[in-house]
Structure formats: C-alpha cells, structure tokens
C-alpha cells in the first residue's frame, strides 16, 4: 500500500487576496486558482504543483470564539519546510510578523509566527 499524502487543507480568513500575498512573498508560492466559492464566499488556492493551501471567507465572517487549541476541530497551527529558515525569518518580519517560539530540535530548527488573521504557522528547516 503507498502512502497517502496532504493535497491541500483550508482555511477560513478575513481577506483570501491579502493572506495569499503575504505567503506568496514569504514562501514564494503562486495562486493556482482564485474564484467564486461555496454559497457567497470566495476562495484563493495558493501553493506548488501538487500541494496548497485553501483561502476562503463569506462577506461577514465571524471572528472565533477561543482559542484553536481549546476548540474540537481547531486549527492549531499550519506549518512549512524551507530551505533557509534565516531567511524566511527576514520575510516575515518584513510582512510586519513577529518570530516567536524559536527552537533547536533533531532533526531541524523552527519559529512560529501569527498572521493578521491570528492563525498559528510554523516554519522548520530541517539538517
């Protein structure tokens, strides 16, 4: 049996054109495809060939209630593998995000940051 793999997960945000700007300076990603979405919403796939990340919002989307990690089927965190973490750190301070929880692990280092949506990400470059 081969192993399956992540093909793309989505994510409600504020404004999809605006978080796919900032990933797509940050990770260098592209949009796939941006239209029309389910019911009145709007969606923007943005990442490579055969992964992405959904960006999806209706007109008046709530804000959230708590905490993702308090809450039964939260978003915690989305995270990223990049070749140079230093690097990547300098795009998301230039965004205006703030690199938190800096760790050295085996088999890699990491930060997470929080976008203006509050959601969690994780960036890991691996030795």
Not at 52 to 73: C, H, I, Q, R, W
Request: a negative charge; hydrophobic letters at 35%.
């Amino acid at each position: 049996m081969s192993a399956a793999r992540l093909e793309h997960v989505n994510i409600t945000v504020s404004d999809p054109k605006a978080t796919a700007g900032w990933i797509e300076r940050i990770f260098g990603w592209k949009v796939r495809w941006e239209g029309a979405g389910m019911e009145t919403g709007y969606t923007v796939h943005i990442g490579e060939d055969d992964t992405y990340v959904a960006l999806f919002t209706f007109p008046d989307t709530p804000e959230p209630k708590s905490t993702s990690y308090v809450t039964k089927g939260g978003l915690n965190h989305w995270a990223v593998v990049v070749d140079d973490l230093d690097a990547v750190e300098e795009r998301v301070k230039a965004e205006g995000f703030t690199p938190k929880s800096h760790a050295n692990y085996e088999p890699g280092r990491r930060f997470y940051f929080h976008d203006n949506d509050d959601i969690e990400i994780e960036v890991v470059q691996y030795n």
